[in-house]
């Protein structure tokens, strides 16, 4: 697998920026040492000559040899290492999140082959479990110079964000990237886009909320489509439920696309050929015994939240917490539940009949990730994460399909 050529300027202009980070970007190489470029692996190298090699006994072997033996020993001491054998197909994890997609399609035989993830707790939380350091910032020319030239699937779940089709419009005779750098530089459905016109893979993977289909009266939706269609890819989408894999509501836009140069004008993906269980998970099932009193809520919080509810029920509103039933599922997890965990309280026998939250364990196990996850961040960077995390056995079921497809050229 070779990169583009590194951008050494950016590189050299981002050593302010390194200190903000947990992790240089020469930790990142070196976490990626097998799929970067030859540029890239002179900085890697450097780094681990001057930082690893003597302090960590690997001094007596050879510098390539003692790399790879350094690598060997992180991937063996993380849970989800990926493929032990050769790959069926490589993927690009962008907005990497703490590696939902990533733990999905490694299950189905695939390899990640670059990780972007701008958060630092996320990074940390994605090299516990997978031993790669994901890139940061997708938008930087610098961070998009590692991304190998060729792979097979690029997915991610990308922040919704308002944008305009008429003034792509009338910038089409210019060209698709001139579109793109005209309507709002920040946008990252547009870094999307772009490293899709660029590296051609064979096929997109991607989500979103369920309410960007009608985000900005569907124009939001009706750009992205058309932009897919302009870059030679098809377009098929749909809003899956959550709640057929785990005692979750959780409903996401899904989006699948193939290019139209390798698989044909008339390739689609029928979302009818995923399988989803039936939805009959129940949320007491996921739930810890023993459970720290710290998850409990403060009888100030419960008080406060109970007169919450009943002014905005008086007012003919839906607002409130949510008790959940615990032979039913819960709502939608959000990024927010850390503040109050209003919309997920779990019932208790304490004599009180104050509710508790849902510890970090039981977050994950309500996205459907396996016992052995590791959290090493705090509480409230674990449930901001899960709360924006995908519903990762729902993400395998539909990877199955795309895999499939993916197999036929």
């Known amino acids: 697998m070779i990169g583009v050529k590194v951008d050494i300027k950016a590189y050299q202009k981002a050593g302010n920026a390194k200190k903000k980070n947990i992790f240089s970007i020469e930790e990142t190489l070196l976490s990626h040492y097998d799929t970067i470029s030859r540029d890239a692996k002179k900085i890697a190298k450097k780094y681990f000559k001057e930082n690893i090699q003597n302090l960590n006994g690997f001094g007596s072997l050879m510098l390539e040899e003692a790399i790879q033996q350094y690598l060997f020993e992180i991937k063996a001491n993380v849970p989800f290492p990926g493929p032990e054998a050769d790959e069926e ?74 944008f305009s089709l008429a003034r792509l419009i009338k910038k089409n005779s210019l060209g698709i990237l001139h579109g793109f750098n005209d309507v709002k530089q920040g946008n990252l459905f547009f870094h999307i886009a772009e490293i899709l016109e660029t590296h051609r893979p064979k096929a997109f993977f991607l989500e979103n909320v369920k309410n960007l289909i009608s985000h900005d009266k569907g124009n ?51 979302f009818n050929k995923v399988i989803l269980p039936d939805a009959s998970h129940r949320i007491k099932d996921i739930l810890q015994k023993n459970v720290d009193p710290k998850y409990t809520l403060s009888a100030h919080l419960w008080n406060y939240l109970q007169e919450y509810a009943r002014k905005h ?84 079921a539909v990877g199955e399909e795309i895999k499939t497809i993916l197999n036929t050229v």
């Open 220 to 270: 939001t939706f009706k750009t992205i489509k058309t932009i897919i269609g302009e870059l030679g890819y098809s377009f098929n989408h749909k809003v899956l439920d959550g709640k057929h894999f785990v005692p979750q509501h959780r409903e996401r836009t899904i989006m699948v696309g193939f290019d139209k140069d390798v698989f044909g004008k008339d390739i689609s993906f029928d």
């Open 89 to 162: 197909f490589t993927f690009i994890d962008l907005f990497a999140g703490i590696g939902g997609f990533r733990m999905a399609l490694q299950n189905l035989g695939g390899k990640c082959v670059f990780s972007s993830e701008w958060d630092k707790y996320s990074q940390q939380t994605y090299r516990a479990n997978y031993g790669d350091i994901p890139f940061g910032d997708i938008t930087s020319k610098e961070t998009k110079s590692y991304i190998p030239q060729d792979f097979d699937l690029l997915c991610g779940g990308f922040p919704c964000q308002p």
């Open 313 to 396: 029920k008086e007012k003919g509103n839906g607002f409130g917490f949510g008790l959940v039933n615990l032979n039913g599922i819960s709502r939608t997890m959000s990024a927010r539940y850390h503040k109050d965990g209003a919309e997920i309280l779990i019932p208790q026998n304490n004599g009180q009949g104050i509710p508790r939250r849902i510890t970090p364990k039981e977050a994950a196990a309500l996205l459907g990730y396996p016992v052995n996850f590791r959290i090493p961040v705090s509480d409230t960077q674990a449930y901001r994460q899960f709360g924006n995390s995908v519903v990762m056995p729902l993400i395998q």
